[in-house]
């Protein structure tokens, strides 16, 4: 079941020559962020595998998550129930939001100290942030609320902001595609910042806060909107775009090979969507959505450990250790 080897031959080979190249401009990050990892980075034991913090990290965003979601499955208990949610939920976010962002800035960091860098840790890392990237988004719409008729964002907004989020992390590995180099979007210290600062107000002062005009009758969520979306524009201005699959584009380009054009999971996915719009799903198109997202998660879950556990094998390495597979 786990043998399934969905990378080719010519993508192995490629994942050999591969070398990482990045560039970070953001000053957040070069003058202030960076100085503070440089430091966390010292007490992490030599023995420790940096897939290990990236994995650790990711754990993280997922069980703060599930939190969320227990006491705010639908996204309304900041607009109609503001005590719902206990302040210690809000400020544990931000306490995992924060260790999250420092195990994900240090792993690279402590691969070069540890002299274990390889191509699999990149994949590793770059393939958890494609999920924690929806993670992150939904997480905070808790903060906000659903549309109430007085304060919230409505469920078309929330949408949207997803979109935008994915849309920025596609672009940035699009150009790394087109180019060989990650130029690291600003977006990405400034969010986390933010989300961090969200949490931690939240939970000192209530979601109250957010359900109350801020200047000239705007709201926070009004400013947070036209912050995403400048740093769309300013992203999409420094990015170069051709219309091509979105899938496995990571791999391909560690691996210098084209992607596909279509991967078969759309086909399913567009009859899925437009069985939901046009109404032929009826009373079971809730079901239908939630057995369809939950294959699509074990797929892609069952890709992820394949790809890896074949990447492994291939570059002689443990996942989650420092120490060589013995040739068999």
């Not at 924060?98 to 890392?125: M, N, V, W």
């Not at 400034?190 to 705007?218: C, M």
């Not at 992607?259 to 046009?278: C, G, Q, T």
Request: charged share 15%.
């Amino acid at each position: 079941m786990w043998r399934w080897r969905y990378v080719s031959g010519r993508q192995l080979h490629g994942f050999r020559h591969y070398k990482y190249s990045a560039v970070d401009t953001n000053p957040l990050s070069v003058y202030i962020m960076q100085p503070i990892w440089n430091k966390i980075i010292k007490i992490v034991p030599l023995w420790i595998a940096p897939n290990l913090l990236t994995f650790s990290g990711f754990v993280m965003i997922l069980f703060n998550y599930f939190l969320i979601s227990f006491y705010d499955w639908d996204y309304t208990a900041s607009g109609t129930s503001p005590g719902l949610v206990p302040t210690w939920v809000w400020l544990f976010s931000a306490f995992t939001t924060f260790c999250a962002y420092a195990l994900d800035s240090i792993d690279g960091k402590h691969a070069r100290r540890t002299q274990s860098s390889t191509p699999l840790g990149e994949l590793f890392d770059h393939g958890l942030d494609s999920w924690a990237t929806s993670i992150f988004v939904l997480s905070f719409f808790s903060v906000c609320s659903r549309d109430n008729g007085k304060t919230g964002v409505s469920v078309y907004t929330m949408y949207i902001y997803l979109s935008i989020v994915l849309f920025n992390f596609m672009c940035s590995h699009w150009e790394k595609y087109n180019t060989g180099v990650l130029f690291l979007p600003w977006g990405y210290d400034i969010s986390q910042v933010v989300l961090i600062a969200a949490y931690l107000l939240t939970g000192t002062v209530g979601v109250e806060v957010w359900q109350k005009p801020l200047l000239f009758g705007y709201y926070i969520t009004d400013v947070l909107v036209i912050l995403l979306i400048a740093q769309f524009e300013i992203n999409a201005m420094c990015t170069s775009l051709d219309i091509e699959n979105k899938c496995k584009v990571i791999i391909c380009q560690m691996s210098s090979t084209r992607p596909e054009l279509f991967h078969w999971f759309l086909f399913p996915l567009a009859l899925v969507v437009y069985a939901a719009i046009s109404g032929l799903l009826g009373c079971m198109e809730e079901a239908a959505l939630g057995v369809f997202t939950a294959l699509l998660t074990a797929a892609h879950v069952h890709y992820g450990v394949c790809v890896g556990r074949q990447l492994s094998e291939h570059l002689n390495i443990y996942i989650f250790s420092l120490k060589k597979r013995v040739q068999e």
